[in-house]
């Protein structure tokens, strides 16, 4: 992303492309990042999208007495980089 930020700040929101995988199925997607610097040698972040669950045509079984499943999906990634 090529920002510097200061120690205790964010880089605030960022955003990247990429790709899911479903099965055979892959669709693209939009993360929204929020980037955290949290000491000088240490970046903590989370990524957030959410996707049609028809979009990968899953194959949900009919069980009765069980509310169906949810069409939108929410995804959420964490991450931690650590420079040596």
């Known amino acids: 992303m090529g ?3 200061p120690n205790g700040s964010s880089a605030g929101p960022a955003g990247d492309q990429g790709r899911v995988l479903s099965g055979t ?3 693209p997607v939009t993360l929204a990042a929020q980037i955290l610097r949290t000491a000088e040698n240490r ?4 990524a957030t999208a959410t996707i049609q669950r028809a979009d990968f045509k899953p ?10 499943a949810c069409e939108a999906v929410a995804l ?5 980089a650590l420079a040596q």
């Open 3 to 5: 920002r510097t930020v």
């Open 25 to 27: 199925i892959t669709q």
């Open 43 to 46: 970046l903590e972040a989370i």
């Open 59 to 68: 194959n949900i079984p009919q069980i009765p007495r069980v509310a169906g």
């Open 76 to 80: 959420e990634v964490g991450f931690l």
